[in-house]
């Protein structure tokens, strides 16, 4: 992928909103994530859509339906979904990583062994431990809303202070932020990028929706572009 976010823990494929997008665990092209041996997520695979706007998951539960500008283009794995924009309209790398919960905590090795920002089972405990996780600097929790459900959006950054890096980050600050086991997927972030994370209680299942960019300069360009695309997800449940 290109310089934007997600990293890969061990064993299994992590994503990595580092410095701002996300990646599937594979060497990036630029001071983004990746990773020696990277490789797709066994289960990821293109999503079928209904029409050129109309995406919906098949392995990635709980099953999720979407409309997007033509172009925007989706595929799943077991505990991850990625919506990925069209280069033309957008930074390259810029894209919206969704996973499903509960979040975990685990020492990555690749990340100087510091755990995950994140973790939890109800929209509650995540955020609290992700806006009080001195790594990172973030807002105050706001409602936000996708489809027809409530849940908790911050917006975050690695702290001026933290000094940490992953094997992933090209030498610059990173944090990972979100891990569905032990062992990955995860997401993470780092350098100068700039994420928002909505969380929602599905059901009995808490999702987290990464929104983010490598470069905070042009992050408020996708949250415009992002946002009412998240804002109609619907949820199976």
Not at 9 to 22: E, K, R, S
Not at 24 to 33: A, I, T
Not at 196 to 218: C, H, K
């Amino acid at each position: 992928m290109t310089p934007s976010r997600r990293a890969a823990a061990t064993v299994a494929a992590v994503f990595i909103v580092a410095i701002g997008a996300i990646y599937l665990f594979r060497p990036s092209s630029g001071p983004g994530v990746g990773g020696p041996n990277a490789s797709h997520s066994p289960a990821a695979s293109p999503s079928p859509s209904a029409s050129p706007s109309s995406i919906s998951s098949v392995t990635f539960k709980p099953t999720l339906s979407l409309v997007a500008p033509a172009g925007w283009t989706g595929s799943d794995g077991d505990r991850t979904f990625i919506l990925e924009a069209p280069t033309a309209s957008s930074e390259a790398g810029n894209s919206v990583g969704i996973m499903s919960g509960p979040f975990v905590r685990f020492n990555d090795p690749d990340c100087e062994s510091n755990a995950p920002a994140a973790v939890g089972t109800s929209v509650a405990e995540v955020v609290a431990t992700l806006a009080g996780d001195p790594r990172l600097d973030a807002t105050s929790p706001q409602p936000a809303t996708v489809g027809d459900l409530t849940g908790q959006m911050l917006d975050i950054q690695v702290a001026s202070t933290w000094t940490g890096t992953c094997a992933w980050s090209g030498g610059k600050p990173a944090v990972l932020i979100v891990s569905a086991t032990d062992t990955g997927p995860a997401f993470g972030t780092g350098g100068t990028g700039r994420d928002r994370y909505i969380f929602l209680d599905v059901g009995e299942s808490i999702v987290a929706i990464n929104i983010g960019t490598p470069d905070a300069s042009t992050f408020e360009a996708f949250v415009a572009q992002a946002m009412p695309i998240v804002e109609r997800i619907q949820f199976a449940r």
